[in-house]
C-alpha cells in the first residue's frame, strides 16, 4: 500500500475531522490569500509546471520572512506556500468535493 493509499485509508476511518485551533487559524489566512487574489481568476487551466515554480518562489520568501520580517509576514509567505501547495495538488486532482476527499 503506498503512503497516499494509507492517508486516504486513514482519512476515511476518521469521519467528519474536526479542525485543531491552529489549523482553522491558518486557513482561515489561506482562505483571505485566495480572496484578496480573486482579480487574478481560478487556476482550473494552469499548468502544474509553472504553479510548482511559483510554489518554490513562494518558499524562498517565506524564508526571507523568517529570517528578516515579523510574524505578520511570515504568516502571508506561510499562506502563499499552502496556497500554492493546494494549487498543485488541485491540478493533479488531488482534492474533491466540500472536504478534499475522493
Do not use: C
Amino acid at each position: 500500500m503506498t503512503k497516499a493509499e494509507r492517508w486516504q485509508a486513514f482519512q476515511e476511518s476518521q469521519g467528519e475531522l474536526k479542525l485543531r485551533p491552529k489549523v482553522h487559524s491558518f486557513a482561515q489566512a489561506m482562505e483571505a490569500k485566495l480572496q484578496f487574489n480573486d482579480h487574478r481568476g481560478g487556476w482550473d487551466d494552469a499548468d502544474i509546471n509553472v504553479i510548482i515554480r511559483l510554489l518554490l518562489g513562494e518558499v524562498t520568501e517565506l524564508l526571507q520572512a523568517i529570517q528578516q520580517e515579523g510574524p505578520e509576514e511570515v504568516l502571508y509567505e506561510a499562506a502563499d506556500v499552502a496556497n500554492y501547495a493546494l494549487i498543485a495538488a488541485d491540478i493533479m486532482r488531488g482534492l474533491t468535493g466540500e472536504n478534499g476527499r475522493h
